[in-house]
């Protein structure tokens, strides 16, 4: 998955343009939720036993400040809430945005 063309925050949404044209509008609060971090998901040992994470399923208020890219294939978020350990692959935020849109993502 290429890069998107452009990312801004608009309001209280990632807005994010695709190199195909393609617009998505992320809100924060769910972005924040979809976090791919350990600290959100937990990690699991050899046997598949869960360790961490959390079960909080909403972020109330919770914005993004900021983010820098990482490499060629991500984005890092810094979230009013302090979070900001969660590594998002421009597929993986192309997949969030097809679901914020009420798609089903390929």
């Known amino acids: 998955m290429n890069a998107p063309q ?10 994010l343009l695709w190199p195909d044209g ?6 924060c609060e769910r972005l924040r939720t979809w976090s ?4 959100n998901t937990g990690e699991r040992d ?3 036993r ?8 909403s972020f109330p208020g919770v914005m993004v400040r900021s983010w820098r890219p990482i490499g060629g294939y991500a984005y890092q978020f810094d979230f009013s809430d302090g979070h900001n350990t969660g ?6 935020l192309f997949k969030l945005g097809e679901v914020a849109a ?3 993502p390929n």
């Open 22 to 27: 393609t617009e998505h509008y992320i809100p």
């Open 87 to 92: 590594i998002f692959s421009f597929d993986y």
């Open 36 to 39: 791919p971090s350990a600290e």
């Open 46 to 48: 050899l046997m598949g």
């Open 50 to 57: 869960q360790y961490g994470g959390t079960n909080q399923k």
């Open 6 to 15: 452009r990312i801004e925050l608009i309001g209280e949404e990632i807005a």
């Open 102 to 104: 009420g798609k089903e």
